[in-house]
T-cell receptor, first 113, second 114 residues
Framework: KAGVTQTPRYLIKTRGQQVTLSCSPI?????VSWYQQTPGQGLQFLFE???????NKGNFPGRFSGRQFSNSRSEMNVSTLELGDSALYLC????????????FGSGTRLTVV | DQQVKQNSPSLSVQEGRISILNCDYT??????FLWYKKYPAEGPTFLIS?????DKNEDGRFTVFLNKSAKHLSLHIVPSQPGDSAVYFC?????????????FGKGTKLSVIP
């Protein structure tokens, strides 16, 4: 079966711009989570959605937002980009939560210049 | 405040020997622990997990040990193979709303030398 698909794979944006990243979960998975990976901080939790509802949110500023559609696809948006937002953004899907097993996509590499 | 710590950024092991990757945590609410492996340019891949009601879980060459009193877990890989060379992340979750997020350590880069 198809895995978690993230688009685009690479993105270069300018400071101050906004960006939207997309994630298509494994078919049947209703939980989608987003993580930011940077060399200094490792993987950090952004937010998690289940059936179009945000169930939990990490410690990130309001510039980071997300949503989930009725087909479980999810998008995350970052507004007013800063240089420090350069990172690998990973999406993970699960039937319902961590104990159901999270499957990660390959990520979107965002570079802010 | 790092709640999950992997104090060894890197580890080198000879092929065929045992690899032991360590992880410490500070949040006593964590009740589920996972190990992920990550190759460059790929997302993390789930390896093995353990619930806090157990102290050991095995899956083939991989065994995870949990010492709740010490807030410590370890991943043993026996025997180590060159294909095991990757970054290994320890992760944890707490019950309730915390079960919807994983808290990761910063990873340990394992190099298995042929």
């Amino acid at each position: 079966k198809a895995g978690v698909t993230q688009t685009p794979r690479y993105l270069i944006k300018t400071r101050g711009q906004q960006v939207t990243l997309s994630c298509s979960p494994i078919s049947g998975h209703r939980s989608v989570s987003w993580y930011q990976q940077t060399p200094g901080q490792g993987l950090q939790f952004l937010f998690e959605y289940f059936s179009e509802t945000q169930r939990n949110k990490g410690n990130f500023p309001g510039r980071f937002s997300g949503r989930q559609f009725s087909n479980s696809r999810s998008e995350m948006n970052v507004s007013t980009l800063e240089l420090g937002d350069s990172a690998l953004y990973l999406c993970a899907s699960s039937p319902g939560g961590p104990q159901g097993g999270y499957t990660f996509g390959s990520g979107t590499r965002l570079t802010v210049v | 405040d790092q709640q999950v710590k992997q104090n060894s950024p890197s580890l080198s092991v000879q092929e065929g020997r045992i690899s032991i990757l360590n992880c410490d945590y500070t949040n006593s609410m964590f009740d589920y622990f996972l190990w992920y492996k990550k190759y460059p340019a790929e997302g993390p891949t789930f390896l093995i997990s353990i619930s806090s009601i157990k102290d050991k879980n095995e899956d083939g060459r991989f065994t995870v040990f949990l010492n709740k009193s010490a807030k410590h877990l370890s991943l043993h890989i026996v025997p180590s193979q060159p294909g095991d060379s990757a970054v290994y992340f320890c992760a944890a979750s707490a019950p309730g709303a915390g079960s919807y997020q994983l808290t990761f350590g910063k990873g340990t880069k394992l190099s298995v030398i042929p």
